[in-house]
C-alpha cells in the first residue's frame, strides 16, 4: 500500500527514534528484525502528517502506544486514527503503562490480534475495518449512494468531494468527521466522556448539513497538512534583520520575539495561544528550536502556521454555526 508522506516530518521523526521512550523501545525489542511472525516493522513511520509508533506494511497495521489521557490527546488521538483508518489502516492502542508493567501480555494480545494475522488485506478492501457498515449508515441516514456502490454496478467513480451525482468517497467521510471533531460545542458538550473515551460521532442528520460539514473539514484538513493556500496568505511579518537565532522566547503586544531584537509581528493572540492535541503549536515549535539558528524556509514555515492556526479558529466558528450537538 503506497501511503502518503510529509518529508517536512523526516527530522522531527529522526528525533523521536532517537530520544528512546522506554515503552517504544520494549516493544520495539519485541517486533524489530521481523521477530514478530516474520512481519517487517517501522518504528516512527511518517503516514501524512502524522507520525505514528510502529507500522508493518505486512497487513496495514498501526501500533499507538498510549501515555495520556488528556481530553485534547483524545481529541487529538480520534482525528489521527480516522485519517488512518481512512487509508485503510488498522489502529491498534496499547496503554503505556501495560507495556512496562506486563509486555508479555502485551506480546500474547499481538500475537493473538485479528488484525495481525499475516494476511496482507487486498487494496482498498476496508471490510475488516468495518468501513463498508460505516458507509451504508451514511448513505441510509442522508439517501445518497458511496463509491463501492457504484464501483459494483459498474458505474462510473470519480474523486474528491462529489456533488453532481448523489455519491460520497472515503475522504468525504474523514472530512465530515473532521469538522465535528473541531467543533468548539460538540467539546464542550462532551468533555467529560473525552477524559475516558474516544469521540462518538453522529451520523448525519441530512444531505445539505453533511455536505457543509465535508466541505469544512476539508478546508481544515487541506490546512493542517500545510496544502491549502490560505496558509501562504501571510498574516505576519519578520522585520528585523540579525542573527535568526533562537535564544528566549517572549509574546508582546503582538510580536513574538526568538531573542532580543527579532520577531514575528501581528502574531494574533488566538492562534499563539491555540491548543491541539494538548499543545500549542506555534509556543512549542519556538521551543523545539530554541538554541538553533532559523533559515529562510523555517522563518517562511512558521508564519505558515500562524495562518494556519487563525484559520483554524475562524473555521471552528464556522462549524459551530453549522452543526450542534443534538441534546
Known sequence: MRLPYNPKLKERARELRKAGNLSEVLLWNQVKNKQFRGFDFDRQKIIGNYIVDFYTANCNVVIEIDG???????????????YLESLGLTVIHIPDIEV???LKAVMDMLFNHPALTGTPPEEGNFADTGYLAVTENFADTVDLANTNDLAATGNAITTGNLKTDGTFTP????????????????REKYKEFLKTDFPRVPY?????????????????????????????????????????????????????FINSTQYFANVPPTAWEFYIGGYQPAQKWLKDRKGRTLTFEDIMHYQKIIAALQETHRLMQE???VFQPQA
Request: charged share 20%; glycine share 4%; hydrophobic share 30%.
Open 68 to 82: 495520556s489521557s488528556h481530553d485534547d490527546k483524545q481529541e487529538y488521538d480520534a482525528i489521527r486514527d480516522a
Open 100 to 102: 512496562k508493567k506486563n
Open 171 to 186: 475522504i468525504d467521510i474523514l472530512d465530515y468527521i473532521y469538522a465535528i471533531l473541531h467543533s468548539p460545542a460538540y
Open 204 to 256: 448525519p442528520t441530512n444531505k445539505t448539513t453533511f455536505w457543509q460539514l465535508v466541505q469544512l473539514g476539508s478546508q481544515l484538513r487541506q490546512i493542517h497538512l500545510l496544502e491549502s493556500p490560505v496558509v501562504s496568505a501571510y498574516i505576519t511579518q519578520y522585520p528585523i534583520q540579525g542573527s535568526n537565532e533562537v535564544t528566549k522566547l517572549n509574546y508582546e503586544n503582538g510580536k513574538v
Open 319 to 321: 462549524v459551530d454555526k
